[in-house]
């Protein structure tokens, strides 16, 4: 994955670009898995809370691309000497 602070702005953009690509096609395939497993249990088992799968594969997925550290405002100037 591309670190956005160390590209050159021309690059950045089309950085986010594909980054932003790759997360929706990454959400579209955790909410297709989770229709499957959801679809095959109620199939099974007629029971319909098989259908939060959705939610837990989205969760899944989330802890697979989750990176804390790009949420984080980065420190400049005189924030750096309050530590």
């Known amino acids: 994955m591309t670190d956005l602070r ?3 702005p ?3 953009r089309a950085a ?4 932003l690509a790759q ?3 990454l959400l579209c ?3 297709v898995a989770g229709l499957g ?3 095959a249990g109620q199939a099974l088992s007629s029971d ?4 939060l799968a959705v939610p837990a594969c989205m969760l899944a997925g ?4 989750a990176d804390p550290t790009r949420c984080a405002r980065r420190r400049t100037g005189p924030e750096l000497l309050r530590r």
Not at 16 to 19: C, E, K, N, R
Not at 48 to 51: D, I, K, N, P, T
């Open 62 to 65: 989330w802890l697979y691309v």
């Open 6 to 8: 160390t590209t050159p």
């Open 29 to 31: 395939v955790c909410v």
């Open 37 to 39: 497993i959801g679809f």
């Open 48 to 51: 319909s809370a098989w259908f």
């Open 10 to 12: 021309q690059e950045g």
């Open 16 to 19: 986010v670009d594909a980054t």
């Open 23 to 25: 997360r929706a096609g």
